[in-house]
């Protein structure tokens, strides 16, 4: 039977401050202002990355990537299948084929021995996606990357204030991606930043991003007029959504310390389930610090559909993630795989998330694993 309590959500956003815009006097509504400013600080401080620019979505700043890269056609890029569109898709505008290879099992993060293996004249880069916000090994991608003079990306859309060896993540790669999109950690509806970590990007990217033109030095009375110098397009983040960014970056400790007890919490309460042999658990390196994005299980034994649609009936919303890309239509016709791909089948079939934001009752957490009981106890 139906239980008739409350729904457990699978994620409810941190509640934005609105108030807070009717109590600022804006000096301005578009992108570059105080709020602007003081994200763009926050971002530097705690990350240490050598830039920090502040985009309308995680979208954005991976098409800036490609341009700051000149991709072009024929140019690859070596990256995981199991990701999300925009990893894929910001460089196949640009003309750029992505190479797909094969994941981790424990981790879902992909996997370095099998990335050397299949650079060509023609590799421009590795993207590296640090998936549900826990590190890539880092020194086996930048060993590659450097052997081979290639560029390394770090799509760390789940992993801000994740960290690899006591480095935050973002500040590692060439460039990097964070996402501020309502089903983040931190948010402001939807949002991102590009973080750069090789100077010679800098400069470019700034006008790229204002629609490549160089209105910053304009706006530093460093030119009397700005003019058209490059590719770009109207990429920056309203100062509406940075002063909700900043509100949430003020949080941000607090936010994620919540997220990581809940993730702690699921850990501990299904031990006995992975050593029963009926899930797997998310592995944690001892390299990586990870900040409570996503709990996730592996469903052994084929379980998971029955799993989720148990759950549902018990008003749980468990959730499976990506569709890999390589498998898609489009993605075949726009990408190359050169992997046999056999954890990224078994990841994307088994794998279910669990809820997880910082609105969850302890009460929340122990009927989720009540129900994850049950279900195993009747399966």
């Known amino acids: 039977m139906t239980n008739l309590k409350k729904k457990i959500k699978f994620n409810i956003p941190a509640k934005l401050n609105i108030d807070l815009l009717k109590k600022i006097n804006f000096q301005q509504y578009s992108s570059g202002g105080k709020y602007t400013t003081l994200c763009r600080n926050f971002l530097l401080n705690k990350i ?8 309308h979505s995680c979208t954005a700043a991976l098409e800036m990537c490609a341009l700051l890269l000149n991709i072009k056609n024929g140019d690859e890029i070596i990256m995981p299948s199991y990701t999300f569109v925009s ?24 996997d370095p021995s099998k990335v050397e293996k299949v650079i060509s004249k023609n590799t421009k880069a590795i993207v590296i996606v640090h998936y549900a916000g826990v590190s890539c090994d880092m020194d086996s991608i930048l060993k590659i990357a450097k052997k081979h003079k ?9 992993a801000i204030f994740s960290s690899y060896k006591g480095k935050p993540l973002g500040s590692i ?39 490549g033109t160089n209105r910053e030095l304009f706006n530093q009375n460093m030119v009397k007029k ?7 397009s109207s990429y920056g983040l309203s100062e509406l959504n940075a002063a909700l960014l900043y509100s949430q970056l003020k949080q941000a400790k607090k936010i994620t310390n919540k997220r ?30 990870n900040n409570g994005h996503i709990y996730y299980i592996v469903v ?10 148990y759950l549902k009936k018990n008003n749980i919303m468990g959730v499976f993630h990506y569709i890999p890309l390589h498998d898609t239509l489009f993605g075949k016709s726009k990408t190359k795989t050169k992997s046999l791909m056999k954890n990224t089948y078994y990841i994307s079939t088994n ?29």
């Open 48 to 55: 240490k990355c050598k830039e920090a620019l502040l985009v």
């Open 150 to 158: 290639l560029y390394v990306i770090e799509d760390a859309a789940h």
């Open 226 to 232: 700005y003019t058209w110098k490059d590719y770009g």
């Open 300 to 309: 052994k034994n084929n379980k998971r559909s029955k799993l989720i649609e």
């Open 173 to 211: 790669g060439d460039l990097a991606t964070l996402s501020f999109h309502e089903t983040k950690n931190i948010h402001c509806g939807e949002g991102g930043a590009l973080l750069i970590n090789n100077p010679k990007f800098i400069k470019r990217a700034k006008i790229i991003r204002d629609k």
């Open 260 to 289: 990581i007890e809940i993730f702690k919490y699921y850990h501990k309460s299904l031990k006995i389930f992975e050593l029963k042999g009926l899930i797997k658990r998310p592995h944690i390196p001892n390299y990586s610090k």
């Open 351 to 379: 794998l279910l998330r669990l809820p997880m934001h910082i609105n969850l009752k302890k009460a929340d957490l122990q009927n989720i694993c009540k129900k994850i009981s049950y279900f195993f106890l009747k399966n």
């Open 87 to 110: 990893t894929a898709n910001a460089f196949v505008l640009r003309g750029g084929k992505p190479v797909f290879v094969d994941i981790e099992p424990n981790t879902c993060n992909i």
